[in-house]
C-alpha cells in the first residue's frame, strides 16, 4: 500500500486508506460488512509460468488475508511481450493463478492484459469483513508479543535460483512457502487480543514490521535467533546470495534499526530480505500467544514462532 493522506477524512466510509502504508484499503458498506480491496502484480520470480502464476495469486491474495478478511473475488492483471512469449506459456501462468484461487474458494471473474516488455502477472482481490473485526497495521500495543507465522528467506533462494544455484529439494521448499495461502488471517479477525496485523513481503521484517512501530508509535524488540529461517537460506546468503532488493530496504529503514556491533553481514540480510508471499506479523496480547499459534498450526503453518515484543518507546527497532 502506497503512503498518502489521510483521505478518509473527506470519506467517512473509507475505514482503512493510504495514511498508514496498510496492506489494503477497506471501505464500510453497512454496520456489519466492509469491502476490503487491493492489487499486486509482478514479473516472475521463478522460471516456471506455471509456478510464477501461483506465487503471484497468492501474493496478492495475501493482503486480504492481513486485514482479517475472507477473500471473495479476483480480476486477474496480465502483462505480455506480444510475440515474445509463447501463448502455452501464457495459459500456464493464468492456471496457476486459477488453481491458487479455486484453492482460497475464490473466482476469477474478469481481468485485464496489456503488451508490456516483460511478463508480468497478478490479481486485484476482494475480500469482506464485519467493520469492528478489521485488523489494521497500527494498533499494537505496549507489551505485545510478535508472531511470526512462516520461515525467512524466499528473496535469498529467489537470487540463488537466478544464478542457477538453487537444487530442487531447495527449490521445492521455496515454492512451498510462496504458495501456503495466509488463511489464519480469517480466524484472528475475531481475536480481540489480536491487536495489529501485516504480511511481510518486498520490504523484509524490518520494513513491514517497522510500519506496525510508526503506526502504533512503539518500539520494537527482535530476537534473532528466535526467527524462523528457511533451511536452504542460511547456507546461501552466508555464501554471499541476497537480492538487490534486500540492500536498497536496508537503506530505507537503518536510521530507525538498532543492529548488534559486529555483526556478520549475512544476519542483516536475512532482515531485510524481501518475501515474495512472505508470511503473516502478528502483535498481540501476550496471554494469547498460546492461542495465537495454535490457530496457525492448525492452519498447516509449521514455522510460526514468537520473534520478539512491543514496547513504549521511539518507533524503532532493536535487534539482539
Known sequence: ???????????????????????????????TQALVATTDFFAPI?????????????????????????????????????????MEAVQRILAGGHDVCEKAGVPIGGGHSIDSPEPLYGLVALGLIDPAKVKRNDRARAGDVLILGKALGIGILGAALKKGELRDKSYRQMLETATQLNTPGIVLADRESVHALTDVTGFGLLGHLLEICRGSKLQAHVIFDA??????????????????????????????????????????????????????????????????????NREGFQHATIIGRLDHGEPSIVVT
Open 46 to 86: 521463478v522460471d516456471d509460468p506455471y509456478d510464477f502464476g501461483r506465487i503471484a495469486a497468492t501474493n496478492a491474495i495475501s493482503d486480504v488475508y492481513a486485514m482479517g478478511a475472507r477473500p471473495i473475488l479476483a480480476l486477474a492483471l496480465l502483462g505480455v511481450p506480444l510475440g515474445k512469449l509463447p
Open 227 to 296: 526467527l524462523p529461517i528457511l533451511s536452504a537460506a542460511r547456507h546461501l546468503v552466508e555464501a554471499g546470495y541476497a537480492t538487490g532488493a534486500s540492500d536498497r530496504n536496508w537503506g530505507s529503514c537503518q536510521h530507525q534499526v538498532n543492529l548488534p556491533a559486529g555483526w556478520p553481514e549475512w544476519r542483516r540480510k536475512i532482515l531485510t530480505d524481501p518475501q515474495t508471499s512472505g508470511g503473516l506479523l502478528v502483535a498481540c496480547d501476550a496471554a494469547a500467544a498460546p492461542a495465537v499459534l495454535e490457530v496457525f
Open 1 to 31: 500500500m502506497l503512503a498518502g493522506t489521510q483521505i478518509g477524512k473527506s470519506y467517512p466510509d473509507l475505514l482503512v486508506g493510504n495514511e498508514s502504508s496498510d496492506d489494503a484499503a477497506v471501505y464500510r458498506i453497512s454496520d
